[in-house]
């Protein structure tokens, strides 16, 4: 579906939207334990959808109610054919916890996940004795178990989520393990993942995120457990406020393990108006500086970076480019495609991304399918000369499904 969004002043209060990645985690936690795990402020978007979709196969009751998720985790397996969607964490994560499955599995996807690369999922699983037998690298991948434990050597420097799904799987196995981890990108999200395991009951050691012991035998405990916001949606919503707007954003958390939280070091060396309130934080339409930053642990925050880049005067520098082959999109290329069209001049140097400031024009955007370039396109016309049109909009629904509905409510004029 294409949507027009033209120049807008938006005002008001809006609350940031459930993170999915720590909605996934959860789901994942809750169907590995006894009992049922009560998830408040889910997110509703088609990761975690798919993630429901793989606990109730894997044989736990999804019960959703309003505002809130019911897992009861403990079940038999129901189905061994696994869709993950076009989720990069629900393939990486799901799979070692099928491999502790003693029956064939296949894991499977659609769009871009299916051309995402796999063979570091059998590589690891191989070394556990666990059979994973991929589509010439790609999905579908057929898994079989079970994962008893031991060691394992994997690579991090292209995705940490893996690691995630591996540290949620080893401690059900008979055996303690041990993983060594080389060149670990996206340490936050590493953080993320154990603190969860903890909530859960789970203990993992982690020495200096190159060896990670996890003792076999372990149980999770299922729990209430609520759903902080999401600094990669947020992160739209503040750098919105800050190219044409007054905005107060609530719900996200201040001591967050989301490597996200850290687009407010970005506004703040881009002299951005901020204020941090009890629950909230407000920002309003600034004269911005160009700014240097170092996103290789943040690689989602690429998009609104580059959308407050080119409201910046001045060329702004955005380090970690080669994490964003492997995404929805090529990052890199679609951005520098897309704002292209809008009169913003984008150069990649190497592992640097260089943004020069300027005008923004009308233009018809293709999102290429991905959520974080469509969310990008709607900000930018936020402050631009005329409007911008947005095929494929609808891709949003991956993580932040009321996003354009967000900036409806503030005053953005969205058109379908």
């Known amino acids: 579906m294409k949507r027009i969004v033209s120049p807008s002043f938006i005002k008001g209060k809006i609350k940031a939207p459930p993170s999915k990645s720590m909605t996934q985690r959860v789901i994942a936690t809750a169907t590995l334990a006894e009992g049922q795990t009560v998830i408040i402020n889910p997110s509703g978007c088609d990761d975690s959808l798919a993630a429901m979709g793989i606990a109730e196969a894997l044989g736990a009751k999804v019960e959703p109610a309003g ?21 990069g964490l629900a393939i990486r994560m799901f799979s070692p916890i ?44 057929t898994i079989k178990g079970p994962l008893m434990g031991g060691k394992c050597e994997i690579d991090g420097s292209v995705s940490s989520q893996l690691l995630t ?16 981890v080389r060149n670990l990108k996206s340490k936050p ?18 020495d200096n995120y190159n060896l990670f012991r996890v003792p076999g035998n372990q149980k999770y405990k299922s729990r209430r457990y609520e759903v902080e916001g999401d600094w990669s949606g947020g992160a ?18 201040s001591d967050s393990k989301q490597s996200d939280l850290k687009i407010l070091t970005a506004l703040e060396k881009a002299g951005a108006n901020i204020i941090y309130g009890d629950g909230f934080i407000e920002v309003s339409k ?46 890199a290329a679609a951005l520098m495609q897309e704002f292209g069209k809008m009169g913003i001049k984008i150069e990649i140097n190497g592992d640097l991304m260089i943004v020069t400031g ?6 018809l955007i293709s999102s ?18 005329d409007k911008i049109i947005i095929e494929d909009s609808d891709c949003v629904a991956k993580s932040y499904p009321e996003f354009f509905n967000d900036l409806r409510i503030t005053g953005a004029l969205v058109q379908k």
């Open 67 to 87: 505002n809130q998720l019911r897992i009861t985790g403990g079940g038999q397996i129901k189905d061994t054919s696994l869709n993950c969607g076009e989720s």
């Open 189 to 206: 999200y590493i953080d993320m993942t154990i603190q969860t395991l903890k909530d859960f009951g789970i203990n993992v050691s982690n």
């Open 165 to 180: 799904g591996l540290l949620m799987a080893l401690p059900l196995a008979k055996k303690d393990s041990e993983v060594r």
């Open 98 to 141: 099928a491999a502790l499955h003693p029956v064939e599995i296949t894991m499977d996807g659609v769009g871009s996940l299916r051309k995402r690369p796999m063979l570091m999922i059998g590589d690891a699983l191989d070394q556990f004795g666990v059979k994973c037998i991929s589509s010439d690298g790609f999905l579908p991948l």
């Open 358 to 363: 300027g005008l923004i024009k009308g233009a």
């Open 286 to 331: 600034s004269t911005l500086k160009a700014f240097d930053f170092d996103a290789t642990e943040s690689p989602d925050l690429f998009p609104p970076l580059v959308t407050l880049a080119a409201y910046c005067n001045g060329k702004s520098t955005i380090n970690g480019v080669s994490r964003l082959i492997h995404k929805e999109s090529n990052r």
């Open 368 to 385: 290429h399918g991905d959520h974080r370039i469509a969310m990008a396109a709607a900000v930018a016309s936020l402050g631009a000369e």
């Open 236 to 253: 739209f919503l503040l750098v919105a406020g800050v190219i044409n707007g007054q905005l107060k954003i609530t719900g996200l958390r």
